[in-house]
């Protein structure tokens, strides 16, 4: 006896199975991302570099945020005075090692070359500030700035790390800008006045 052949328009009961029917699910599925990212404007393209908007960078006020936190730390703070083009984004406070007493107030900007830097004052020893700014770093030697030697190390995303003592206090700078950049927020944290 004869099986019965389907009739026009009935579906095959036995599913499409292989390569070629798993590949053709997933451009269906890439093509629902596609569009619905694509709605929600949640993707884009950028090749290059990241760029940043300036604009829409948050912004602090360095010298307001080092006076409010003055009175919380026992050593003194530096409020370095840097070019416009310097763009203070962002400013806090940590505590070290689970020490109440160990603190370090910490400032970052966003450089001319939209890169960044960040200046941690904090009365920790050096090994403490700088495993809390960069994890495990390594130590590489010294550098000349604003006029005194800084340690440098590099941290775990290959950025540098400069470590320098005035008068009992650490002054840190680090981030993923240039030698050059990071000089200047040196030099001009260690010109800068006390922040009363």
Not at 2 to 9: N, V
Request: hydrophobic letters at 45%; charged letters at 20%.
């Amino acid at each position: 006896m004869a099986t019965p052949s389907p009739g026009p328009g009935a579906r095959d009961p036995e599913p499409q199975r292989g390569p070629a029917a798993l590949l053709r699910a997933f451009v269906v599925i890439g093509v629902g991302v596609l569009l619905l990212a694509g709605l929600l404007r949640t993707c884009s393209f950028a090749p290059g570099a990241p760029e940043v908007d300036r604009e829409a960078i948050p912004r602090v006020d360095p010298a307001a945020e080092l006076r409010r936190v003055a009175p919380t730390v026992t050593f003194p703070l530096r409020g370095p005075s840097l070019s416009p083009e310097w763009i203070a984004q962002s400013s806090d406070v940590v505590v070290l090692g689970g020490t109440p007493g160990l603190r370090a107030v910490r400032v970052g900007w966003v450089t001319p070359d939209d890169e960044f830097a960040r200046l941690v004052q904090t009365n920790a020893d050096e090994a403490a500030v700088v495993v809390s700014e960069a994890g495990d770093p390594t130590a590489t030697g010294t550098v000349e700035a604003g006029g005194r030697t800084w340690v440098t190390h590099t941290g775990r995303r290959g950025e540098a790390i400069w470590v320098t003592d005035v008068d009992g206090v650490r002054l840190l700078v680090t981030g993923s800008a240039s030698g050059e950049r990071l000089g200047q927020l040196a030099g001009a944290a260690l010109a800068a006045p006390f922040v009363r």
